[in-house]
């Protein structure tokens, strides 16, 4: 890394610091929201100009107000201070990372893995709509919590037919819709729903793979509850109105963490069955007639993800690697003097994977090296 960027990083650091503690300016506190958000937008390959963001730095300090018994306003949003407070333990290696990626060379770039295809909603066999197209018009989304949610209830002529309807998302991003009950569904890479046409008139059945997170909503019909199930090749989850995420994506293998509410999910070659509380999590096996339930603090990765953004927290390096070869579709061998080292940090999705790698090894002691198409990850003494 250059001086020039080890300058810029340190007083970024100090910043963030600040921001985290709320014991920053309004100048510096406008600077960090700022620059959170033109982290998103950045374009791969895009020059930053060192001189200018050090300037803008030197500038923000400047003009910070510089009082002990300053009131610290609490209205900003939550989840940019978390940014920043994770953001801070990856020492800003993430946003110099993104301010460095034009130093590399050419070939690098081209490698980005860009893919043509886009959510689709299929109804029965021979009907299929490229979801990335409807939701470009205003009518057809809402925006929550600056994400564009697609309304399916906007598709009134499409949905008309008795076949059932599955939304499939073969993309490398998250994609989020309200069903036509009102609750949020999000869908990560490589996953699915499925559903009848008489979901929410006289049932509320979806059949998941992959990874997908909801939000459901509370339904009253007759006077009762209706209930909300979730069904995968190993378990039907019931839900009266909660926040949870499953994920079916290890083949023999499924989990549920359980962020708000309750649930109760049932085996379904066993039928053995648990009741889950909020920071809970369940594992499941086809050779296991037990379901295991463990504490799981997963409030802040589940909705990470939900952002699209990797979120590592004391999680082993082994375990990170698995995910990250999962989710880049690489083989990663993991050397065993490194396995077991904690990962802390938060990452966007949208790199190539030698990117992320990289925020990790600027940040622990940890290389990376690849060979024919193998990422060998080791010890950086």
Known sequence: MSRNSNRI???LSTIFKRYVKGEASAEEERFVERFYQQIGQQKEGAYINFDRLEQEIKQTIDNQISSKNKVIK?????YIRLAACLLLVCTAAFIIFRMSVSDGTSESLQAVHVTKE????SIGAEKSYDLDEEVKDSSTYRVIDDQKVFLLSSLTEEMTDNAPRKITNPTKKVFTFLLDDGSQVWLNAHSSI???PSFNKTERVVHVSGEVSLDV????QDGKPLPFFVKTPLQTVEVLGTQFSVNTQEAGE???VLLEG???????VYKTSVVLAPNQKAFLSTDNNRILVASADENNKVRAWRKGLFHFEGERVADVMKELAQWYEQPIQVSPAVRNLPITGMITRYEQLTDVLQIIEMTNNITFVEKKGVMYVTTNE
Not at 74 to 78: E, F, K, R, S, T
Not at 262 to 268: A, G, P, Q, S, V
Request: hydrophobic residues 30%; proline residues 7%; glycine residues 4%.
């Open 9 to 11: 990083k340190n007083k």
């Open 74 to 78: 609490l209205g900003h949003n939550p």
């Open 118 to 121: 886009n959510p689709i909603l």
């Open 194 to 196: 499925e559903f009848m």
């Open 217 to 220: 909503s509370k339904r009253i």
């Open 254 to 256: 499924e989990s549920v």
């Open 262 to 268: 309750k649930i109760k999910l049932e085996h379904n």
